[in-house]
């Protein structure tokens, strides 16, 4: 009796631990408190459609989002399509389905997520997978994933793989439950990481319905091809090459650029030992502008202005009212460039000798032959191989074309043969081509040197002094150097310096004015009616 006894407690010692054992583990196997955990039930049906239940435990103030795509890469130019129906959510939360995706929103709570898969089960040799993806595309880590399966037939295998798509990394534990079915279990899956669960069933035991097609749309269309691949290889050949033959053009200017240029000297004396101011390689004030920065700007036109005016082709006086008149003095001549000739004839046409600033303002002046003549100057002076307006076009246009074709080559392979990448690099390479126009008008060697010396001339008019010139050749000095100093930004300087009140060619007595103060206002009134011509640009100042 005592024997029987003893057995009795022993088998129910045992049965006790055994239960304790089993609830200790099941604990473990818990979710944390306040995380985002699944349990994914999946049941294989006869007809091949796989019914998937989803319990998804949200905390409490939490909204959490799923996209699982439906359209997977399965080869090259292969993808395979899945079809979600009858998805629908007990609890707080929402679905959505279209041809690319399955996305859900839960709110805080437990819900329960149900759904059919269509197009899971595939024949592989002579046996069959059924694969889904049964967690992905969170936009949350999840503390827990548990995965059940059950089918008709015992499955053969189970091949169970998490984190990032992609990724060949195991899940936590997967095996073949009994022999009945998949149990699967993955802990910690970061946000946007995936749980993909591949089974293996005997032929036979449901009919395949996997859908596996040619990529269509806009990602074949845009797949990296052989084609387009040479055609990337091609085109960036062709930028090195462009690189190499800008830098080529170009380099003299980089070099004079960033080499120190120390003061030239442009006074010279002549026989009867008089000081005078001579530029470099000749280059007049409007020119210098147009060399340094390649385009033609209101500057370079006042600074004509005043170079005629100091060389007694044209007069300026200030008039009571805070105006001004610009007066003929001299006829044009030969002795003038194409472009000042057009200067004279913009401010006075033929018949007129006078005219106002305020005057100018109400009159349509037309400029666009002033920057034509002054564009061909460069170019006839051998400072620029072509005009540097016509180039910068020719170039924009180009890389318009060009850009252009290339889209509409894009438009058409994505819609016929594919390969639409090849019209998208073609697209690419014109538009840097046209946003490169603007770097492409190159100096000559000429035109190099002259930059140089145009440095020079800056330093020049940042250091002179008046006792670097006798106090008899100053005027014309001063004078000569103004259009200069205007054109090169050192105008405040230039006047502070040698403080010139009286001018042969600038008239201000009786007005009680300050010459410091007049030209400076006389240059703004004139920069603003030349830049409302509009065919100028209206910077103040080139930097060379």
């Not at 999946?42 to 905390?59: G, I």
């Not at 006078?354 to 100018?360: D, I, K, M, Y």
């Not at 697209?427 to 040197?449: C, D, H, I, Y």
């Not at 002179?464 to 050749?473: G, K, L, S, Y």
Request: glycine letters at 10%.
């Amino acid at each position: 009796m005592l024997k029987n006894w003893g057995a009795a407690i022993f088998v129910a010692v045992a049965l006790t631990s055994v239960t304790s054992l089993g609830t200790a583990a099941g604990a473990h196997a818990q979710p944390l408190p306040g995380t985002v955990s699944t349990e994914v039930r999946m049941k294989l049906e006869r007809d091949a459609r796989l019914s998937v239940t989803e319990t998804v435990q949200v905390p409490d103030g939490k909204i959490v989002k799923r996209t699982v795509p439906l359209r997977l890469a399965a080869g090259d130019d292969l993808e395979r399509q899945y079809r979600v129906t009858d998805a629908k959510v007990e609890g707080k939360g929402s679905t959505s389905t279209d041809d690319d995706s399955f996305s859900v929103t839960l709110e805080g709570g437990q819900s329960t997520l149900t759904y059919t898969v269509v197009g899971a089960v595939a024949p592989v040799g002579d046996a069959l997978e059924v694969r889904w993806q049964v967690a992905g595309g969170w936009d949350t880590e999840l503390d827990k994933v548990a995965v059940s399966f059950s089918a008709p037939d015992s499955p053969t295998s189970v091949n169970c793989l998490a984190g990032p798509v992609g990724s060949s990394q195991p899940c936590t534990s997967a095996d073949l439950a009994d022999g009945k079915g998949v149990r699967a279990q993955e802990i910690k899956l970061g946000a946007g990481e995936r749980v993909d669960v591949a089974i293996g069933l005997s032929a036979g035991v449901v009919p395949p319905n996997a859908v596996v097609v040619e990529q269509s749309g806009l990602a074949a269309a845009f797949a990296l091809t052989p084609a387009s691949g040479a055609a990337l290889g091609g085109l960036l050949v062709l930028l090195l090459g462009g690189v190499t033959l800008l830098w080529y053009l170009r380099g003299r200017d980089a070099a004079a650029l960033a080499s120190e240029v120390g003061a030239v000297s442009v006074l010279v004396r002549d026989q009867d030992n008089r000081v005078a101011f001579a530029s470099p390689d000749g280059v007049l004030p409007g020119q210098v502008g147009t060399v340094v920065d390649e385009h033609v700007d209101v500057v370079d036109v006042t600074a004509t202005v005043i170079d005629l005016a100091v060389r007694n082709y044209l007069w300026i006086t200030e008039t009571d009212g805070h105006d001004w008149q610009i007066v003929r003095r001299n006829p044009v001549d030969d002795s003038l460039s194409g472009y000042e000739k057009a200067v004279c004839e913009a401010l006075l046409p033929q018949g007129a000798d006078a005219v106002s600033v305020s005057a100018l303002r109400g009159r349509q002046i037309d400029l666009a032959h002033v920057r034509d003549r002054l564009y061909s100057d460069v170019v006839e002076k051998r400072w620029f191989v072509r005009r540097p307006d016509a180039e910068r076009n020719l170039f924009w246009w180009a890389g318009i074309v060009v850009a252009v074709l290339g889209v509409a080559a894009t438009v058409v392979l994505a819609l016929t043969i594919g390969n639409a990448l090849f019209g998208l690099v073609v697209a690419a390479g014109g538009v840097a081509l046209a946003f490169g126009a603007r770097s492409m008008p190159a100096r000559t060697k000429r035109g190099s040197e002259l930059l140089e010396h145009v440095r020079g001339l800056r330093g020049y008019l940042a250091g002179v002094t008046p006792e670097d010139v006798p106090e008899a050749d100053r005027e014309l000095v001063f004078s000569r150097s103004l259009p200069y100093a205007v054109v090169l930004g050192e105008t405040d300087r230039w006047i502070g310096t040698f403080g010139q009140q009286d001018l042969y060619w600038y008239g201000n007595s009786g007005t009680g004015s300050d010459f410091r103060r007049s030209f400076p206002a006389f240059l703004g009134a004139l920069d603003g009616v030349l830049a409302q011509a509009g065919h100028l640009r209206s910077l103040r100042t080139p930097n060379p």
